[in-house]
Nanobody, 111 residues
């Protein structure tokens, strides 16, 4: 049974930083594409960042240069480093592996 367990999120002022992590219980972790999505109130879930097994990354235009997705294959963990946060980044963030989803962590950017 594949499980994704997230940690991180929280409340931060505009311009601040947060890091979310997601442990994925799957064999062959290093080969798989991992993603972070987010869903703001009243909006559809959107892809924030993608990290392929070959290291290729893709980002939502509005987070490019501010967010970084990375992985630690030894720990089966994917990270989302979020810098220069803006109020419009407020959302529930989900890690994703194929059809499997993390439980979601809340990020609130507010002064």
């Amino acid at each position: 049974q594949v499980q994704l367990v997230e940690a991180g999120g929280g409340l931060v002022e505009p311009g601040g930083s947060l890091r979310s992590s997601c442990v994925v219980s799957v064999s062959g972790f290093r080969f798989y594409t991992l993603c972070w999505y987010r869903q703001a109130p009243g909006k559809q879930r959107e892809l924030v960042a993608l990290l392929a097994g070959d290291g290729t990354t893709k980002y939502l235009d509005s987070v490019k240069g501010r967010f970084t997705i990375s992985r630690n294959n030894a720990k089966n963990t994917v990270y989302l480093q979020m810098n220069s946060l803006k109020p419009e980044d407020t959302a529930v963030y989900y890690c994703n592996f194929g059809r499997f989803w993390g439980q979601g962590t809340q990020v609130i950017v507010s002064s």
